[in-house]
């Protein structure tokens, strides 16, 4: 079993900043690939960014690329999404996940087995 909890979501205007947290617990944390997803009012949850268990690796979706930054802090057992210049259509459900393995499919939400409870961000204009 794995728990995520995610924090740091909130209101921000247009252009603004935003640093989310997802804190792990249970199953080895360093092991996990770890990915961010969100899910704005009446859309798909659509994959944003992912990382490997060593953060050597990052992949983002297109529209988040130069924009959100993905990392992560073994020794905390911490993921983290940094997002900046934000707009008001990133407003959403972000969630974090952890899948048991990286590769080709890591956007797809198949290949994450756990989910934190979200964290709602919204972006004024």
């Known amino acids: 079993q794995v728990q995520l909890v995610e924090s740091g979501g909130g209101l921000v205007q247009a252009g603004g900043s935003l640093r989310l947290s997802c804190a792990a617990s249970?199953?080895?944390?360093?092991?996990?690939?770890m990915g961010w997803f969100r899910q704005a009012p009446g859309k798909e949850r659509e994959f944003v960014a992912a990382?490997?268990?060593?953060?050597?690796?990052?992949y983002y979706a297109d529209s988040v690329k130069g924009q959100f930054t993905i990392s992560r802090d073994n020794a905390k057992n911490t993921v983290y999404l940094q997002m900046n210049s934000l707009k008001p259509e990133d407003t959403a459900v972000y969630y974090c996940?952890?899948?048991?393995?990286?590769?080709?499919?890591?956007?797809?939400?198949?290949?994450?087995?756990?989910w934190g409870q979200g964290t709602q961000v919204t972006v004024s204009s």
């Open positions: 996940a952890a899948a048991r393995r990286w590769g080709p499919s890591i956007g797809s939400p198949y290949e994450y087995d756990y």
């Open positions: 249970g199953r080895t944390f360093s092991n996990s690939a």
């Open positions: 990382i490997n268990w060593s953060g050597g690796n990052t």
